[in-house]
Nanobody, 115 residues
Framework: QVQFVESGGGLVQAGGSLRLSCAAS????????LGWYRQAPGKQRELVAL???????NDAASGKGRFTVSRDNAKRTMYLQMNSLKPEDTAVYYC?????????WGQGTQVTVSS
């Protein structure tokens, strides 16, 4: 059963940057399309970005031009580089497969952007 562990969140001022990491168990990590998701208070969880097995990325409108997703299959790790952060980016960030696997959600990592 796959499990994901997110890290790298924190408190940052608007305009700042953070790099999130997502470590995964599972020997077939390289075969998965993966996604970064986030959930802000009072809102539904949303997809932020995804990356295919071949490294093709697709960023949601909210992060386009500011967020970059990448992966290192040898380390079974995915990353999300977030630049020019805005207060509306405040949320708990999660990683999972795309489409997500319900049983694989981790604890997430909190990102708080102050204005």
């Amino acid at each position: 059963q796959v499990q994901f562990v997110e890290s790298g969140g924190g408190l940052v001022q608007a305009g700042g940057s953070l790099r999130l990491s997502c470590a995964a168990s599972g020997s077939i990590f390289s075969r998965w399309t993966l996604g970064w998701y986030r959930q802000a208070p009072g809102k539904q969880r949303e997809l932020v970005a995804l990356i295919t097995t071949g490294g093709t990325t697709n960023d949601a409108a909210s992060g386009k031009g500011r967020f970059t997703v990448s992966r290192d299959n040898a380390k079974r790790t995915m990353y999300l580089q977030m630049n020019s952060l805005k207060p509306e980016d405040t949320a708990v960030y999660y990683c999972n497969r795309f489409p997500f696997e319900d049983s694989a959600w981790g604890q997430g990592t909190q990102v708080t952007v102050s204005s």
